[in-house]
């Protein structure tokens, strides 16, 4: 179909009209190839009508020529329920030089998913009415999905929010830089951000956005904070959440998890750049040993067209954490110093430890094993952090026994020492490339992490930085972290067990793994009274700085007796533990007794 004008009258509308549809599936898709060249050839847009509405929503824009070439042009259209018809406009102002042509329109994966005979598995929802299966993670998303609404009935307002009343239980955080703004339609700047919400695929429904003109300025930044959860505990938290990303100079959309309030977190999952002008979901899977609360954090790009939205969020499998309103804070103090001097009175014996606030006595193996025994957790307070990110330059327990031994006199060899340090990228000789550019946590060169400095010590001389004496771990206990090595001559890097004064070696790396940052995990296992040591080897020169960041002991807390009999998921152990069925004969001791991998089983 192409565009002939016939008279010279001021505005003309030519308009080509689809037929009525009465409805489309939420994976639904409309694509052409459009043809406008011309020197005064003008603007050209796609409108969505829906039944009931008076406004029509803009679905595409073309605002001038675009050279003698067909162009593909690909819209999402998601779940419309009700009936609705596409009209494409061409309006010419007086003079018209030029040619507008549409042909091969497609539309694609738009009905409704088909019914199923069967729908079995913990993994499949089966809709009511319609019939159709669907994974269960499209349940309580906001999107029917099913078509009959039966996958979004009976489910949790707290656990979601599509903006169209607020925010919901989210908010802003007063931290950050500027704030999310929620609006309807499309964003004040052309060729950015969306020109409709998720929830309705129509100009009547509210998003978020992030607005990226002046007065913002690059890397400003805008989060919004989740309501608290419980600890995820053996079930999976999953946060669902629709993103969208149009613009040549869109940054950065990132998501973190965090359990103590006056720190960014554990980074889950980032977006860069443009993404085209469509909404994308993402699913994310959080486990957390602790109460938690996500963070999603929008970066404005260098210029205005970097606007991003976000709308649909919502969670599954999660329950709100019904305690304080606040997770706790990181202590800036030195470890050691905030404890008072004297105890509280107590009848503890040597072979107890003493409960600061409550002089309550516990068994001296319950101090340091990652549970806190003491109802004010002073058990476990001069002891390694179950999570460590170094951000507020906080060492979180870790210390250097050999630094330690060294002082008065001996403060000016210090700084020559090949030793760990905190830093980070803002801050080094990182033109070089000798250390990070940026930390693991945030990814940015204001973030801290943990290095041994190369430009200090000799060729082969070691570093070391140790955890306090761990009293007891779990069965399931592992290590996991990020290490940054890169350099020509960077030596290597080691993870050492010390117990009983015998030191045995879990994990090492030597030589340059690239400018990157990679993932490790050591599994520890059953362990008592040990330290973890981070053992640094320096190589022939300074080419190359060892680094570590986000240090998690994982499932290290040692196994409880229930008073409670085993339930019919579990098995009883032969010390009277209860573990999960699903941990039988899987190579791992479990019960910390071995009875779990028994043959007779």
Not at 58 to 66: D, K, N, P
Not at 137 to 145: I, M, P, R
Not at 219 to 241: E, I, M, Q, Y
Not at 356 to 383: T, V
Request: glycine letters at 8%; charged letters at 20%; aromatic letters at 10%.
């Amino acid at each position: 179909m192409f565009i002939l004008k016939t008279s010279n009258s001021i505005s003309q509308i030519a308009r080509l009209r689809s037929p009525k549809f009465r409805q489309t599936g939420s994976n639904c898709t409309l694509s052409f190839w459009y043809y406008n060249y011309g020197e005064s050839v003008g603007a050209a847009e796609l409108q969505l009508l829906v039944d009931g509405l008076k406004k029509p929503t803009v679905l595409w824009r073309t605002y001038y020529g675009e050279g003698s070439q067909w162009l593909n042009a690909v819209i999402q259209l998601g779940r419309l329920p009700q009936a609705f018809q596409i009209s494409l406009e061409k309006i010419s102002l007086g003079i018209y030089e030029g040619v507008s042509a549409i042909d091969d329109i497609r539309f694609e994966n738009c009905a409704l998913p088909p019914p199923a005979l069967s729908c079995e598995g913990p993994n499949h929802f089966w809709c009511r009415d319609t019939k159709a299966c669907i994974d269960s993670l499209l349940v309580c998303d906001l999107v029917d999905d099913c078509g009959d609404g039966s996958d979004e009935d009976r489910c949790d307002p707290d656990l979601q929010c599509n903006f169209e009343n607020g925010l919901c239980n989210w908010e802003q955080d007063v931290q950050d830089d500027f704030d999310w703004i929620r609006i309807r339609g499309p964003t004040p700047t052309v060729n950015t951000g969306p020109l409709k919400d998720h929830t309705t695929g129509t100009a009547r429904g509210h998003y978020l956005y992030l607005e990226s003109s002046e007065p913002r300025q690059f890397r400003d930044k805008a989060v919004l904070l989740s309501p608290l959860f419980n600890p995820s505990g053996n079930g999976t938290c999953v946060f669902r959440f629709h993103y969208h990303m149009l613009g040549k100079e869109v940054y950065k959309l990132s998501v973190f998890r965090r359990t103590v309030s006056n720190t960014k977190g554990w980074l889950l999952w980032y977006k860069l750049g443009n993404q085209e002008n469509r909404w994308i979901r993402q699913t994310l899977f959080i486990r957390s040993s602790k109460p938690f609360q996500i963070l999603v954090e929008g970066t404005v790009g260098d210029g205005f067209t970097g606007d991003i939205g976000l709308d649909d969020v919502s969670f599954l499998g999660c329950t709100l954490y019904n305690g304080k309103r606040n997770l706790p804070t990181i202590s800036t103090t030195t470890l050691g110093t905030s404890v008072p001097a004297t105890l509280p009175m107590n009848n503890c014996t040597e072979e107890e430890f003493v409960c600061r606030a409550s002089g309550h006595c516990i068994q001296l193996i319950q101090k340091c094993d990652f549970r806190p025994d003491c109802s004010d957790k002073s058990d476990e307070s001069a002891c390694v952090m179950e999570v460590c990110d170094f951000e507020d330059k906080d060492p979180c327990g870790w210390h250097q026994p050999a630094l330690e031994q060294m002082s008065g006199s001996y403060s000016k060899r210090i700084t020559k020492t090949f030793m760990w340090q905190l830093g980070r990228g803002a801050n080094h000789y990182s033109e070089q490339g000798h250390c990070p550019l940026t930390d693991h946590t945030t990814g940015t060169e204001e973030g801290w992490y943990l290095f041994a400095d190369s430009s200090n010590g000799e060729f082969g001389h070691t570093a070391d930085i140790a955890t306090p004496v761990i009293s007891l771990t779990g069965p399931r206990c592992k290590i996991i972290f990020w290490n940054h090595m890169n350099g020509s001559t960077i030596g290597s890097l080691e993870v050492l067990c010390k117990s009983n004064n015998k030191t045995s070696k879990l994990w090492t790396q030597t030589g340059s793994q690239g400018p990157q940052w990679n993932r490790a995990e050591v599994f520890l296992g059953v362990r008592s009274n040990f330290q973890v040591i981070f053992r640094a080897k320096h190589g022939v020169s300074y080419m190359g700085d060892v680094a570590v960041d986000d240090i998690t002991f994982e499932d290290c807390s040692p196994l409880l007796i229930s008073d409670k009999p085993c339930t019919s998921e579990e098995f009883m152990c032969a010390n009277k533990y209860c573990i999960p069925k699903n941990n039988l004969c899987d190579f791992v001791n479990d019960c910390e007794d071995n009875s779990d991998e028994s043959p007779s089983i």
